[in-house]
C-alpha cells in the first residue's frame, strides 16, 4: 500500500468549468486539471513533453489543451494530437503521451488517485448527508504550512481547542472528560463523555438547553478526518476535512461543515461559516508555528494519555508510508481521562 493508492481532492466540480484549466499539487506531483468534450475530468502531468513548459498556463479548446509555449496539443489521454511545427508532417511522427491519472466526481468535488491500477481499490469518502434534505453544507478551503498527520491531528483534538480558540470554542475549565480511542481497520474512532455546555459562544446557539452533548471524532486513512456532534433534536453537527498532501510543509485542506437544525438551517448558515472560518484561521497559525519549529528542531514529541489518538494516527500514517496495510494492524481500544 502506497500514499498514491488513494483519491485526493484537487477541485470543487464548480470551480472547474468548460475550456478551463487548474494547476495542483498532490504529493510533490505537478496536474493540469481541465474537461473534455463529455465534461470528464482530466489529469495530465503538468509538463509539456516538448520543451517541459508547464502545461496548466494552456488552452482548452474542445476538451483538448495546449501548451502555451509552442503549442503543442494533448488530448484526454494525454496524448500528443497536434505540432504545430510539424505541420503535415505530424502524421508521420511517432506517438507519443504525457503522464495522464484516474479522475473521479462525487459529492460535488473532483478526485484525482496517482497510482493507475493499486492492488486494492480505496473509493473516495463520502461525504456525511451532502444534499440530503433537512441538511445544510457549505465548503471552505484552507492552505497550512505544515504536513497531513499535524493537519489531520488538529482537528480531531480536543485539549487546544481551549487555548487556540477561547471563548469561541471551549474555554480553559479543568474540566475532567472520558474519551474512548479505537484503532481499527485503519481508522481512529474516538467517543467523548461528560461534555457538557464548554463550547464557548457556540454553546448559546448550539445547545440552549445544555442537553448532553453527543460527540464522536473518527480519522479514515490516509487524509480524512470526522467530527460529528449531537445536542438534541435538530442540533446536529459535522466537520469533515479531507487534508491533500501537495509538498511536505503545505496541506491543502476541503472542509464540509453539514448541519441539521431544522427551521434555522439557512438563518444560521452564515453565522456558522463566519464562526468555523475564524476557528480555521487560528489553526492555520498555531500549525504554521508548529510546522516552523518542526522544521528546525525534527518530530520528537512527549505525548500524555489525552495525545493518544494522535498516537494511533501516526501509526496508520507510518505504516502506509512503509509500504504496509495499516488494517493489519492489531486493534486497540484505550479508555483515557485528561481535563479540557
Not at 478551463?20 to 499539487?25: A, C, K, N
Not at 460535488?108 to 473516495?124: A, D, H, K, Q, S
Not at 497531513?148 to 469561541?168: K, L, R, W
Not at 446536529?236 to 476535512?241: A, E, G, P, Q, V
Request: some cysteine; aromatic content about 12%; glycine content about 4%.
Amino acid at each position: 500500500m502506497q500514499l498514491t493508492d488513494f483519491w485526493y481532492i484537487v477541485a470543487l466540480s464548480e470551480q472547474l468549468k468548460p475550456n478551463q484549466v487548474l494547476q495542483r499539487t498532490v504529493l510533490n506531483e505537478w496536474l493540469a486539471i481541465f474537461r473534455d468534450t463529455d465534461g470528464k475530468p482530466v489529469a495530465l502531468r503538468d509538463r509539456c513533453l516538448h520543451r517541459n513548459s508547464r502545461l496548466s498556463p494552456g488552452k482548452v479548446h474542445n476538451g483538448t489543451l495546449q501548451c502555451p509555449y509552442h503549442g503543442w496539443v494533448y488530448d484526454n489521454l494525454g496524448k500528443v494530437i497536434s505540432v504545430p511545427a510539424e505541420g503535415n508532417d505530424f502524421k508521420n511522427s511517432p506517438p507519443r503521451c504525457a503522464k495522464s491519472y484516474p479522475t473521479k466526481e462525487q459529492d460535488g468535488y473532483i478526485y484525482v488517485r496517482l497510482t493507475e491500477n493499486p492492488e486494492i481499490e480505496f473509493p473516495p469518502f463520502s461525504m456525511p448527508y451532502y444534499q440530503q434534505p433537512g441538511w445544510e453544507t457549505f465548503r471552505v478551503v484552507n492552505r497550512f504550512a505544515n504536513n497531513v498527520t499535524n493537519c489531520a491531528e488538529n482537528f480531531i483534538d480536543i485539549p487546544h481547542t481551549a487555548y487556540v480558540h477561547p471563548g469561541i470554542f471551549r474555554n480553559h475549565r479543568q474540566q475532567k472528560l472520558e474519551m474512548k480511542v479505537e484503532r481499527d481497520n485503519g481508522s481512529v474512532l474516538v467517543e467523548y463523555g461528560n461534555e457538557d455546555n464548554n463550547l464557548g459562544w457556540y454553546s448559546r446557539f448550539l445547545n440552549t438547553k445544555n442537553t448532553e452533548i453527543k460527540h464522536s471524532d473518527k480519522f479514515f486513512m490516509p487524509n480524512v478526518t470526522s467530527v460529528e456532534y449531537i445536542m438534541g433534536k435538530n442540533r446536529h453537527l459535522f466537520i469533515t476535512s479531507q487534508s491533500i498532501p501537495e509538498t511536505e510543509n503545505s496541506t491543502l485542506v476541503y472542509t464540509d461543515v453539514t448541519y441539521n437544525y431544522g427551521i434555522w438551517n439557512k438563518i444560521a448558515r452564515p453565522f456558522v461559516w463566519l464562526t468555523a472560518q475564524h476557528i480555521i484561521n487560528q489553526d492555520v497559525k498555531i500549525l504554521a508555528v508548529q510546522g516552523e519549529t518542526i522544521f528546525k528542531y525534527g518530530t520528537q514529541f512527549y505525548n500524555t494519555p489525552a495525545d493518544t489518538i494522535h498516537v494511533f494516527v501516526e501509526s496508520i500514517i507510518q505504516a502506509i508510508e512503509r509500504g504496509e496495510d495499516p488494517r493489519l494492524l492489531p486493534n486497540k481500544s484505550v479508555n483515557v481521562s485528561f481535563w479540557v
